[in-house]
């Protein structure tokens, strides 16, 4: 059950010129692919709170990642170790953890955020993991040594082909596919999600994505927040997801 | 001692002027997770009408300053299934009222026709007013004729606690106010979102699919509070006050003002315990002042206002 709650922050540091990492303690629970809302500022402006993934949740720690995209995650981004910071959490529905003994994980950039917490869960679970992580540069794929040390294989792209393959992630992913079936994983710009159902239809994979969408309260009320449904209907992003069966949302 | 936090709207007797606004609490189940909605002074559900609403295409949320443009387009699964949903919050023990819309005053009669017989409806708002949908809403809302002709049907289609939402978007919204008073209206609730627009500068667009949507939050308060003075001034019926309302000095302003009770909308949205936090601030209000009932509050600043 959400609930709103004070938490205290612990750390709050840069992992890249746009990425930071935001660490912080209190009475929460949260499973993989949930999300907490951050109420950035009492002053209004602006006004809504902010919806981050939840990185990593243990000990009592819930940890977020954070692009610094606009005034909101500026504010944030000055928040200082010792502050205290309101959080409404956990929200949303996250990710189930499949039937094939084999799993893999595809990150796009910043929607790397939401797969340690699963990447970990998966691995406890006793699962093989692939984690396959894509990136506009070498510099984007932050924290790429802490996925590579957990997941059982790992393999990376970056557009530029600054570290990794240069091309899509999409690519290793069907490689990996070719070798083997998996439940797939996948958090990342729509584009490649869409990608990715594709891929995981054609090799009749069962395949899960973490969609984004503008929030405003996170909690199913406003319905703000929607996005088509195969069967003409809306799904709210907040409650209905964040956490999708590819076949949900796109098509094949 | 506590303080008496009791109002009347119409026939509704309420332990406390504290609602959510209709839209912004669904059919109240999402909060429910938060605190226990007996606590509420009534609960509003959302608009609701005779057919299932799909809603508006998604761009559907834009965040301004101090405040959220929406256009949702009125999405409800239809009276049929509301009707299902509405019943579980008999639980609260709360009055319960339904925000009814539609595109034409037949479609408004049909909704209330389909609630008549479920005990658990205590009041019926009328959403003359939604900005965002193509027909009917605002159409309905704008002019004094048209709105007292379609509170006289409705009239007489119940005995129910009859509450009319008023539009801001409007030149004259005393108007409006007084055609629904004269044709039976219990109370009136205002205001509904301001008709308003965003554009992406980067991506050179309007940021909201149905180009246009309702403004509500913060920025929207002194435009309410303004109109709910001058409503006020001009009918004898109770007034529910609502707009940018997210903490129990704005709920003190609006009551200041002449409302009877208070609705909070979109600070739900930020702080989804912002109603008993406002109940709980109305009671400190009151005692830190030395006042018995918050009905002492109701209009007391236009003394002062006429000064």
């Known amino acids: ?252 | 001692m506590m303080p008496d936090l009791t109002v009347t709207i119409g026939q509704l007797v309420l332990k406390n002027p504290v609602m959510p606004a209709s839209g912004c609490f669904g059919y109240g189940e999402e909060y429910a997770a938060f605190y226990d909605l007996s606590q509420l002074g009534a609960i509003v559900v959302k608009g609701t009408t005779v057919e299932p609403r799909l809603g508006n295409a998604p761009v559907r949320i834009a965040e301004t300053a101090a405040g959220i443009l929406n256009a949702i387009g009125l999405q409800n699964p239809g009276v049929v299934a509301a009707k299902d949903r509405i019943r579980q919050l008999a639980r609260y023990g709360t009055p319960v009222i339904v925000n009814v819309a539609g595109n034409s005053s037949s479609d408004y009669q049909r909704v209330i026709e389909i609630l008549e017989d479920e005990p658990t409806v205590a009041a019926y708002e009328i959403n003359i007013s939604c900005p965002n949908v193509k027909q009917g809403g605002l159409a309905f809302g704008t002019d004094p004729e048209v709105v007292a002709e379609l509170i006289n049907k409705l009239r007489s289609a119940t005995h129910r606690t009859l509450i009319v939402k008023l539009s801001p978007n409007v030149t004259d919204i005393v108007a409006v106010a007084q055609a629904a008073e004269s044709a039976g209206a219990d109370a009136l609730s205002l205001i509904n979102t301001l008709v308003g627009m965003a554009i992406d500068a980067e991506k050179r667009r309007p940021v909201l699919a149905n180009l246009t949507g309702g403004l509500s939050g913060p920025a929207v308060k002194p435009v309410a509070l303004r109109m709910v003075w001058q409503v006020t001034e001009a009918v004898q019926i109770p007034v529910i006050g609502m707009g940018g309302i997210s903490c129990a000095e704005d709920a003190v302003e609006f009551l200041l003002a002449g409302a009877s009770a208070v609705a909070i909308g979109t600070a739900n949205f930020v702080n989804p315990t912002v109603c008993p936090e406002v109940i709980a601030g109305l009671s400190e209000y009151l005692k830190r002042h030395q006042l018995r009932s918050v009905q002492e509050l109701i209009g007391l600043a236009k003394a002062a206002g006429k000064n």
């Not at chain 1, 796009?108 to 970990?120: D, K, T």
């Not at chain 1, 040594?145 to 690519?171: H, I, M, N, P």
Request: net charge neutral; aromatic share 6%; glycine share 10%.
């Open chain 1, 1 to 252: 059950m959400p609930r709103k709650i004070t938490m205290q922050i612990t750390a709050n540091e840069a992992l890249s010129a746009e990425v930071r990492r935001i660490t912080l303690t209190g009475d929460i629970t949260a499973q993989p692919g949930q999300f907490v809302q951050v109420a950035v500022t009492a002053a209004h402006d602006p006004y809504l709170n902010r919806p981050f993934s939840v990185h990593d949740w243990r000990d009592g720690e819930l940890t977020l990642l954070y692009r610094l995209v606009g005034r909101g995650t500026a504010i944030l981004a000055a928040r200082q170790p010792g502050e205290s910071v309101t959080v409404v959490g956990p929200l949303g529905r996250g990710f189930p953890m499949g039937r094939e003994h084999s799993a893999i994980i595809v990150a796009g950039g910043i929607g790397a955020a939401p797969l340690l917490f699963l990447l970990r869960r998966l691995q406890a679970a006793g699962k093989e993991t692939a984690f396959l992580y894509g990136a506009q540069t070498a510099a984007a794929l932050v924290l790429r040594e802490q996925f590579q040390a957990l997941a059982t294989t790992y393999a990376e792209s970056t557009d530029d082909g600054s570290r990794g393959r240069q091309g899509q992630v999409t690519e290793l992913l069907q490689e990996v596919l070719l070798k083997q079936k998996a439940d797939i994983y996948a958090c990342g710009p729509e584009p490649m999600l869409r990608a990715v159902a594709k891929l995981a239809a054609a090799y009749q994979c069962r395949c899960y994505l973490s969609l984004e969408a503008r929030l405003a309260c996170g909690v199913g009320a406003c319905l703000g927040c929607v996005v088509p449904a195969r069967d003409g209907s809306y799904l709210r992003v907040c409650v209905d997801g964040p956490v999708f069966a590819a076949e949900e949302v796109f098509a094949p």
